[in-house]
Structures are given as C-alpha cells and as structure tokens.
C-alpha cells in the first residue's frame, strides 16, 4: 500500500516500573510483543519516589534500544502526570510481603494503594482504559480498584491469572514432551493463589491423529488430580525459592499474553483464563474477580459458557471461591 498510514500510539501505563516485573515487561512492550509489530507505543512508567533514579535509568535504556515503535516515554512518580490518557494500564506496583508481615498487613498496603490510583485512572485515563492488575493479592487489588474506579466499566478492569495458564501449558508439555504450542485449553478457576483450581478436563493436545483430550494422553489420573496441580498452584513460591525473587520474565510475557488476547482477540477455537468481575456464571458469586476460561473479541472478553464441570471441579472452583470472599471482606475490613 503505497498510502502506508501509520497507526496512532497506544498510550501504556507500568505502575512498578523500575522493578523486576518493570524491566523484563517494557522492551517487550516497546519491540511490539502485546500490541503487534505494527502499533506504536508510547510508555507511562510510573514509580514511587526512593526509585526514582533507577526509573530514570530504565527510561535512559529505552532510548538507547532504540526501538523504533517507541514514541515516547513518561517516567514519573506523579500518578496523576503516569495515568493522564493511558489506554491500557498495567498495574505491577504494589507493597511487597516483607519478614515477619501478616498476610493482612500486606492486604491493607495494597489496599490503600489500588484504591489511591483508582482514583487517578478514573479521573486521568482514557475513556474505555483497559486494567490489568498483577500485584499481589491481584484478584482482590483488581476488585478494590474496579470499586474505587466506579466510571470504568467493570468489563475493563482484569487480574492476571495467564501467568498460572501458561504454566499449567507448560507442566503438561514436559510430561507428555510435546510442544506447549499444542496444547491449549487448560483452566485457570479462582484466585492467583495456592487455592487456584488448574483444570484439565477440557485440555486437549493437537496431534498427528487430530486433537486428542490430555486427559486421554496422560493416562495418570493421580499425576493430574494431585501432582500437577499442586506444582501449578505452588509454581509462584518455587520460583521464589530458586531465583530468591518473585518470578518476573514469565509474569511480563504473561502480561503481554493477556492484553494482547484481549485487545486483538483469541484464536479460533482457544480460550485462555483472565481474572474477571464474575456474573455469576458457573455459579461462582456476583462481585469477586476470579478467573474464568474466556474468548475475545473486538477487544472484549466473554466467559465461555456451557463447560461441563464434575463435583472434583466443582470443589475446587468452591474453594478458591471462598478464599476470595474472605480477602474482599479482609480489603474492606483494611479501608473501614
Ligand atoms: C507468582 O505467581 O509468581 C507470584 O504471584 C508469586 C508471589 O507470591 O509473589
């Protein structure tokens, strides 16, 4: 096309940014890897101030990549200056669990902190930003933000459990040694927590024989139903144990993964599991955001209905349900 019209930037917030998660996420971003080779970008790095020189830094080194999608960058410990006109918002800053701290002592952190920048999206982002929360506990920081951001659609504010989907992916792939690019359709249910329920009953494997269900190739129903799952659920804190740092180039690509699905649309015949404010499909209560396997479109998702679920499932689904009825009201205990 000889009237080659370059696409307008899309703006992106990084909360965290000067962190792990920061700097494995943003040359992804700035070399096209979550909005496509052809969508210039223009990053918002926001971080508190003690880090401000190393954001700074982060921001030195994305101008020397020299990346040609990359439009501009912001590097700012200004929330308001960070979310002015941001269409997408990544939201990896957050108040880490340090020595001797309660899990309810990092939950009122948090807390405090979605519900601060909640305010400064919703007065400051784009119409129809896109939210998606990877702090910890995500599902829950995405809830308190999706309630202090009243005028963001509920639809636009999203956790991130890709990261727990493209591990259950990858555990499969290494026991049955195919490619993890065959296998597709695990579940993620419930919090990105150790209550998270991976599923497979729906997984399949593509193979020279068409596509065959895991649970058919892996004939090891105790590997599934035990082993497989606690690796996935305990995968976070293994990660911990072996790098003596919370995973970051995986959680970044994940990240990638999920706002790429959601703004460009999933492929035929694949879901992936997103964190969502539920509608009560799957019975799962109204007002929690828990992750469900979902297809998108035209950048929307939509939770795939109709999945047969047996009691084993259905206990598990519960479980992590439950969970995260008790860190909404925690989170709201915290703000009172
Ligand atoms: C992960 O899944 O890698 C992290 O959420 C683990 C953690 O607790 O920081």
């Not at 200004?78 to 340090?98: Q, S």
Request: hydrophobic share 40%; proline share 5%.
């Amino acid at each position: 096309n000889l009237l080659h019209v370059e696409k307008e930037p899309v703006r992106i917030l990084v909360t965290g940014a000067a962190g792990q998660i920061g700097y494995a996420i943003v040359p992804m971003i700035a070399r096209g890897v979550m909005l496509g080779p052809d969508q210039p970008v223009i990053l918002h790095l926001l971080d508190i101030e003690p880090v401000a020189e190393a954001l700074n830094g982060v921001k030195m080194e994305l101008t020397d990549a020299a990346f040609p999608l990359l439009k501009g960058v912001i590097a700012t410990t200004d929330p308001i200056e960070a979310c002015m006109g941001v269409n997408i918002a990544v939201m990896v800053g957050g108040f880490p669990r340090k020595e001797g701290m309660e899990r309810k002592d990092v939950m009122s952190k948090n807390v405090s902190i979605y519900k601060a920048q909640a305010s400064a999206l919703e007065k400051h982002a784009a119409e129809d930003c896109k939210v998606l929360v990877i702090a910890n506990p995500a599902n829950t920081n995405a809830l308190i933000l999706k309630e202090f951001a009243p005028s963001i659609p509920e639809k636009n504010i999203t956790c991130l459990t890709r990261l727990d989907h493209n591990r259950a992916l990858g555990q499969i792939s290494e026991r049955l040694d195919v490619q993890v690019s065959d296998v597709k359709n695990v579940i993620i249910w419930g919090n990105h927590s150790s209550t998270q329920y991976p599923d497979v009953s729906h997984a399949t494997v593509h193979t020279s024989r068409g596509e065959k269900p895991v649970r058919e190739l892996v004939s090891d129903d105790k590997w599934l139903n035990d082993e497989f799952i606690t690796t996935v659920q305990q995968r976070g804190a293994a990660i911990i144990e072996a790098r003596k740092q919370s995973s970051a180039l995986s959680a970044a690509s994940a990240a990638c993964d999920h706002i790429r699905d959601w703004v460009l649309g999933t492929p035929k015949g694949t879901w992936v599991s997103m964190g969502v404010y539920s509608d009560g499909s799957y019975g799962i209560q109204p007002g929690l955001v828990y992750s469900f396997p979902v297809t998108c479109e035209k950048g929307r998702w939509s939770i795939v209905q109709g999945l047969m679920i047996d009691e084993f499932s259905r206990a598990k689904m519960d479980a992590t349900e439950k969970e995260l009825v008790e860190e909404k009201s925690m989170a709201h205990s915290c703000l009172d």
